[in-house]
């Protein structure tokens, strides 16, 4: 048994995705979805319908009115926007109200911003899929939340031997756990039965190019969670290079300065007014 496994296994209550929220995103998969159908299903939970409201009524998600009902707010954002707000609801409910060495709310806040850059990005370079970049920047930072509320002192351990030695979290994870948490964000992933290529990209996204199959999916991960951080939506670790622009492969760069920016950093600078509700909508939905 591999390393994380055998420590996945020691843990009594592994997280799951909870079931009302996979019932409805099956019911968002049907070919003959039934967004007035799907509303019922939430509204049966009053925190999930809490939560989705808030979030539809974002800008971020497309809103420029405001909704007050769960049918309404499902109305206005269709039905691909419904099922990136239940996924992103869905993950966060698995962790709400556990203890952590990590803020969770600022962990969300960088998560939400990535996953929201990373859609951007992905339309911007015409990716075929801007819905799988979004889950999979959502939940690329999901290993260190799991370590942090599982094995905190042995993850408190981990991040303050990066930071006395220099050296980056992942290379002090092997040497704590003997595996990253990007490795344990995968198996978590398929644990939960997410898509085969937002689990590898998300597995791969700190050294895109050796992704077997989604090295341009990593790439996209990669570059929205370093765009995240540059706008200050979550911390630098420690060694890593903050010249990440020099890090993105060609096949994703030359398509963005193709967007009409005329480099790397003009593009970034343009991500600052689009992102700049998430730490407050972030707030609203732990209230």
Known sequence: MDPVRRLLKKIDNLPTLPD?????????DAPDADLGRVGEMIALDPVLSARLIRMANSALFGSTSRAETIQDALMRIGTRETRNLVMTAAVIEVFDGKSSK???QQFWTLSLASALCARRIARDVQFASP???YLGALVHCLGEIVLSIYYPDRFEKAVKDAEKNRSTLIESEWIEFGFTH???????????????PVAEAVEYHLDPAEAPTQAVLASVIFAADRICRELGFGAWETGTDQNWLAEIPSELSDPLVDTGTSDLASYVAEQKDHLAEVATLVSSVFR
């Open 20 to 28: 009302v929220h996979l019932r409805i995103s099956r019911a968002l």
């Open 102 to 104: 990590i803020d969770l």
């Open 131 to 133: 819905e799988q970049a």
């Open 182 to 196: 990007t490795a344990l964000c995968r198996v978590m992933l398929d644990y939960w039965n997410f898509p085969e």
